[in-house]
């Protein structure tokens, strides 16, 4: 079944791509099934080796030389055959959307950090930071449901991720709580829920279910969550702000909020895949200019899904009553 865009959610999308030709390519590749990529997982087994192991069934890439962890099947698969395989099953790859691998690449964790993952399930880029801290140092894991902490202790445990904590709490209140004991954080990865427009490939539903009241319904909510988080980075910290939505409200917009209410600079990207820089204004509202150092991510430049990443740092400490409006 084909499913087709929402006329709202359509004038939407032809507003953020102006161009006909541009938004007709957008509109032809999400109809079309996504790559299938993985992503070595380097506590377990080197990139070398799983690659190795892989070519002697699949036709595997190494499509970014940069991060030789990235790996694309060039090939049909059978269903359930990625993830049936027993490199699979041993946790020596982790099947994961090329886009979703960018929020930890732009965090750049280092080993003996102490990092956050503030809205970690299913795993997918907590099993990445641990990836990258090579088991050194601190990993907090967060999540909110039962069922989602499920899964992502079993994903932390099947990728021998040894270095972290999983925490069940919301978001505000597990960053209220650490602020009030001083607890501060190097990297802190916001990877907040989201209206899910990037995910028109491999979730197809999403055009059914998006509706612009839960757009500003999640908007509101991804400031409150950036807010308590930034009280949670250490001078000089990095939070990395991600969502697999395309609407400036819920990415632009909470930038901008940070950058009007507390003490932070917006860095530049650098990232494998094609980033068009991030709007300084939508509708009525106008963004800080910091916010085109923010990367959107689309479909059509990259074969891929939608993304947006931006990389936050603090410049000073936030005192609790802090209220001012940064110009």
Not at 111 to 127: I, M, N, R
Not at 196 to 223: A, I, Y
Request: with cysteine.
């Amino acid at each position: 079944m084909k499913y087709e865009m929402k006329p709202v959610f359509e004038d939407k999308m032809k507003k953020l791509l102006p161009s006909l030709q541009d938004f007709e390519a957008f509109n032809k590749i999400i109809h079309t099934q996504p790559k299938n990529f993985i992503r070595c997982n380097t506590l377990k087994i080197s990139s070398d080796e799983l690659l190795l192991r892989l070519q002697k069934k699949w036709k595997v890439t190494q499509p970014y030389p940069d991060h030789p962890e990235i790996m694309l099947i060039e090939q049909d698969l059978l269903p359930g055959e990625l993830g049936n395989s027993i490199e699979h099953v041993l946790g020596y790859y982790y099947v994961q959307e090329i886009c979703s691998m960018m929020s930890v690449i732009a965090l750049d964790p280092k080993p003996g950090e102490f990092v956050l993952d503030l809205c970690a399930s299913p795993g997918s880029k907590t099993t990445q930071i641990a990836s990258k801290m090579e088991n050194s140092g601190t990993l907090i894991a967060n999540d909110l449901k039962m069922d989602r902490i499920a899964i992502l202790a079993a994903n932390i445990e099947k990728a021998g991720a040894s270095n972290c904590i999983i925490t069940k709490q919301d978001a505000i209140g597990l960053c209220s709580n650490l602020s009030k004991s001083n607890f501060k954080f190097d990297k802190i990865l916001l990877d907040a829920p989201c209206s899910g427009e990037g995910t028109l490939r491999s979730s197809p539903k999403t055009f059914l279910m998006w509706n612009p009241k839960m757009v500003d319904k999640l908007s509101r909510q991804q400031r409150k969550f950036m807010a308590f988080a930034l009280k949670c980075l250490k001078v000089g910290g990095t939070l990395v702000y991600s969502t697999c939505t395309h609407s400036p409200e819920e990415n632009e917009l909470v930038v901008d909020f940070a950058l009007r209410n507390f003490p932070v600079k917006v860095e530049q990207i650098n990232l494998p895949l094609k980033c068009r820089p991030g709007l300084t204004s939508w509708k009525e509202d106008v963004f800080d200019s910091q916010v085109s150092k923010t990367c959107r991510i689309y479909p059509q430049d990259n074969d891929s899904e939608g993304f947006f990443v931006s990389k936050i740092t603090l410049l000073e400490e936030i005192k609790d009553d802090f209220r001012g409006e940064r110009k």
